[in-house]
């Protein structure tokens, strides 16, 4: 069982906004302005898209955006494209003895 | 870049040792993630490529060591006592973006290694 829940999938349509929540408690996802998202394609290495709970590293389209609240956190990906269509998991700082924590991963389908 | 060795095949109860390589850019530290078939992500630990220091996950406390190979710059990941659970794929990977402070280290992980499959069965 993951530390971070994450629902199993999310779809939306192309052009449609699809989000996805990562809650976790307070000593990760709510104790600490880190989090990160990331997107995984089959067979490939995972891409960091958000950290910082907001920040987008060089060359992540600004479709994606991250926020928190309390001990929720969340990925918006707007303006939906067919590419968009991966695996998706949130990490956390979790504290001095477990440096990260991640979700169980959400499958999104652009339908 | 972050250059890993190549698949491993182990019997239950066997040892694996992994290894990763950076190129090309400097980092603080470098993290090892798996993933098992048709799994999430998890992280396993975490060691300096300064002064060696570790973090472990609990879940793999005793089981792992990561170390750092001043020869030839390179960072091992040994995990012992393999059961079947462990048959996946082990990831090592860099935050360039993150930072350690008080004691703790905040890591997001914008450089990933191919992956190395470790596959466990008797």
């Known amino acids: 069982q993951s530390a971070l829940t994450q629902p199993p999938s999310a779809s939306g349509s192309p052009g449609q906004s699809v989000t996805i929540s990562c809650t976790g408690t307070?000593?990760?996802?709510?104790?600490?302005?880190?989090v990160s998202w990331y997107q995984q394609y089959p067979g490939k290495a995972p891409r960091l898209m958000i950290y910082?709970?907001?920040k987008r590293p060089s060359g992540v389209p600004d479709r994606f955006s991250g926020s928190k609240s309390g001990n929720t956190a969340s990925l918006t990906v707007s303006g939906l494209q067919a590419e968009d269509e991966a695996d998706y998991y949130c990490?956390?700082?979790?504290?001095?003895?477990?440096?990260?924590?991640f979700g169980g991963g959400t499958k999104l389908t652009v339908l | 870049q972050l250059e890993q060795s190549g698949a491993e095949a182990k019997k239950p109860g066997a040892s694996v040792k992994v290894f990763c390589k950076a190129s090309?850019?400097?980092?603080?530290?470098i993290s090892w993630v798996r993933q098992a078939p048709g799994q999430g992500l998890e992280w396993m630990g975490w060691?300096?490529?300064?002064?060696?220091?570790?973090n472990y996950a609990p879940k793999f406390q005793g089981r792992v060591t990561i170390i750092k190979d001043t020869s030839t710059s390179a960072v091992y990941m040994d995990l012992r006592r393999l059961t079947s659970d462990d048959t996946a794929v082990y990831f090592c990977?860099?935050?360039?973006?993150?930072?350690?402070?008080?004691?703790?280290?905040?890591?997001?992980?914008?450089?990933w290694g191919q992956g190395t499959v470790v596959t466990v069965s008797s």
């Open positions: 090309g850019h400097n980092t603080y530290g």
């Open positions: 307070s000593s990760d996802v709510g104790g600490y302005e880190y």
């Open positions: 990490s956390s700082y979790g504290g001095r003895n477990n440096f990260v924590v």
């Open positions: 990977a860099v935050s360039r973006l993150g930072y350690c402070r008080g004691g703790g280290c905040y890591l997001s992980f914008d450089i």
């Open positions: 060691i300096s490529v300064y002064n060696g220091n570790t």
């Open positions: 910082e709970v907001i």
